[in-house]
């Protein structure tokens, strides 16, 4: 910011996005869209080193959030075909992915809590996307924190809140025990969405400060001067009415 300089880290033709730090900030994990496939990447963010290939098979992959420990790196991933996406865990010292949440449901948009005991994550099980917890490792009990429909949760720095996205554009706020067990209060509604938010399902669009007092949007903005253009069908019929 202090040069006004942009340093490009990547020369891929290939799309590449959901780019995610590394708990130290000395790299970038995102994906690189193969047709047919999304292939997980790392770079240093300095821009040093050479391009690493994290995790490779033969469906689309794309990287939902990485433990604070550096350890294990959360991973959605379209094995089960048909539009429905499932969990997986990538383990950073194995150097392997295994099956965390798999089911005949989605489940995407995978968050850990700061103290890597729970994992939060959309699901469509209830036949709406809702916000569901379970625990990390091994991933049992489940419970539903959201109350009306919802998606796209992220945790608060302290591990107190769970914060995600209503139906109706509200950023929602539910207050989390700090017990052995998961506790999770009712959800208040903090503040309306001041605009549209980015639709993009895998990948949520926004963040909250670690003092949990300002949230950062990713918004559709109108592009200036925009101009739309209308297609009149079968106008010769508008002539016979004069």
């Not at 996005?17 to 770079?43: E, K």
């Amino acid at each position: 910011m202090g040069r006004d300089i942009a340093t490009r880290l990547t020369f891929d033709p290939r799309n590449e996005s959901s780019p995610i730090w590394s708990p130290d900030d000395g790299r970038l994990l995102f994906f690189g869209d193969y047709p047919g496939r999304s292939d997980l990447f790392a770079i240093a963010s300095d821009g040093t080193g050479s391009l690493e290939t994290v995790f490779s098979n033969d469906t689309g992959n794309i990287p939902s959030d990485w433990s604070l420990d550096g350890k294990s790196i959360i991973v959605q991933s379209a094995t089960a075909g048909m539009g429905v996406t499932d969990l997986l865990i990538y383990s950073s010292g194995e150097k392997k992915a295994e099956p965390w949440l798999d089911s005949s449901f989605t489940e995407r948009t995978a968050r850990f809590s700061p103290d890597g005991k729970w994992i939060s994550y959309d699901s469509d099980e209830s036949g709406r996307m809702e916000v569901y917890v379970r625990g990390f490792s091994p991933p049992g009990g489940k419970w539903r924190v959201s109350s009306d429909g919802g998606g796209s949760s992220v945790w608060s720095k302290d591990g107190k809140e769970l914060f995600y996205l209503s139906p109706d554009s509200r950023v929602m706020s539910v207050a989390v025990g700090q017990g052995t067990a998961f506790e999770g209060g009712a959800p208040v509604p903090l503040f309306r969405i001041p605009g549209e938010l980015l639709n993009l399902s895998v990948v949520t669009q926004y963040d909250v400060s670690p003092d949990g007092q300002r949230f950062l949007m990713n918004l559709n903005t109108p592009t200036q001067g925009q101009k739309m253009i209308t297609l009149v069908s079968n106008w010769t019929s508008l002539l016979q009415q004069h």
